[in-house]
């Protein structure tokens, strides 16, 4: 199914009220659970990707990783399933808006952006307990409802490693420059927020994803990316080789240990 769904649409017993948004992994779509009488977020991978054995891979592993978790912070899976032409993942769906949105280049207030962070790292502890690393924390992918609870969505290049805690260590857990699909050089995860570590293709476990959330706070407070470029090769570039500039030259009345623990991740 790679068409755009009409409302009304039947996907088993879900009824597709409106299309919420698109991403690498396909179309997401605001529907009805007729079984349960609620509405949910409804994932689906075209039906080119589902002959992609590596993105079928990260569509499966994206419901195992966030369903193997039962936590506040972290969105919660429904269930994966198939239609006789169409592969979907239901998940619960969240009102409010990303912490992109939220930003647009703009900074947050102290007391906001840490009660964001302590949310976000609350999720990634649980994670990370569980032996899943994310991988791809960034704005668009933390969630915050109008009641502020945050959500972390988007476990679909998490890796799971076989013991809680343990170093990934196969070829797959690192973040790569490679060609996929029709984008030469995609990059799996996002290079602003990248770790050392992930920029290089190396292995990667939990310290990677405090880096993340580390550039995400930094972001948060000054309203600028720490690393920036014109393209990934560039941002890559600036996180292997230079310092972000200092949060205090940015906001100044910051107090030093907020900024302390921030150059800590």
Not at 58 to 64: G, L, N, Q, S, T
Not at 86 to 92: K, L
């Amino acid at each position: 199914m790679n068409e755009s769904l009409l409302a009304e649409t039947t996907i088993a017993h879900y009824r597709i009220i409106s299309r919420l948004g698109a991403g690498g992994m396909g179309e997401v779509y605001l529907a009805e659970d007729t079984k349960l009488g609620r509405k949910v977020a409804l994932k689906i991978l075209p039906e080119t990707f589902a002959q992609d054995g590596e993105r079928m891979g990260r569509f499966v592993r994206e419901a195992k990783s966030a369903s193997a978790l039962n936590h506040p912070n972290i969105i919660t899976i429904h269930e994966i399933s198939e239609t006789a032409d169409t592969h979907f993942i239901a998940t619960e769906y969240i009102e409010g808006e990303t912490l992109h949105t939220r930003l647009k280049g703009q900074s947050v207030s102290l007391k906001a952006a840490l009660e964001i962070a302590l949310q976000v790292a609350s999720a990634l502890d649980a994670a990370h307990r569980a032996g899943i690393v994310h991988r791809d924390i960034k704005p668009e992918n933390v969630m915050i409802r109008p009641d502020g609870l945050v959500k972390i969505l988007d476990f679909g290049i998490a890796k799971l490693t076989e013991k809680p805690n343990e170093m990934a260590t196969d070829s797959e857990a690192a973040t790569a420059l490679k060609p996929e699909g029709t984008s030469p050089g995609m990059i799996i995860g996002t290079a602003n927020y990248m770790s050392p570590e992930q920029a290089r293709g190396k292995t990667v476990d939990a310290r990677s994803d405090i880096f993340s959330c580390g550039i995400v706070l930094y972001e948060m407070l000054s309203g600028k990316r720490a690393f920036a470029g014109e393209n990934a090769m560039d941002v890559i570039g600036a996180i292997l080789h230079k310092e972000p500039t200092p949060l205090n030259q940015l906001v100044p009345e910051l107090p030093t240990e907020i900024e302390r623990i921030i150059n800590k991740s």
